[in-house]
């Protein structure tokens, strides 16, 4: 690695460790974490007392993958992701969660899944 992309990866894990001290305020709450990598999307909403994934939604799906063909963009595509994610925690009644991005900027891709999945019922 170079000596950039080794301080690209230290500035990401400063950012995830300073937004997870704060879910310690939400022990009780659920929380919306999102992944990002270079071609896909992927989010989830995670019960931490449990410790089990409640709902889950990917652009890697085999069954979205046929709805996503027709995105414009990635960022087209983090938004359908966010939307049916919303759509499969109305099912299971979820409209509380608190939002964990991972250390990533709230910034375009995850900006738009956020937004989806706020315009479509959760609450966060």
Not at 55 to 70: F, H, N, P, R, T
Not at 79 to 92: D, F, T
Request: charged share 35%; aromatic share 4%.
């Amino acid at each position: 690695m170079i000596k950039s992309e080794r301080y690209r990866i230290e500035l990401r894990r400063r950012r995830r460790m300073r937004v997870k001290k704060k879910f310690d305020r939400h022990a009780g709450k659920l929380r919306l974490v999102v992944h990002r990598s270079a071609r896909h999307m992927s989010a989830q909403i995670i019960d931490d007392l449990k410790g089990a994934t409640l709902v889950s939604a990917s652009s890697i799906e085999k069954g979205l993958a046929q709805q996503l063909k027709g995105a414009k963009s990635k960022v087209d595509t983090a938004g359908r992701v966010g939307e049916i994610l919303a759509k499969r925690a109305a099912e299971k009644k979820i409209t509380q969660v608190v939002f964990d991005r991972n250390g990533y900027l709230y910034h375009g891709r995850v900006k738009a899944l956020a937004e989806s999945a706020r315009e479509n019922g959760l609450t966060f």
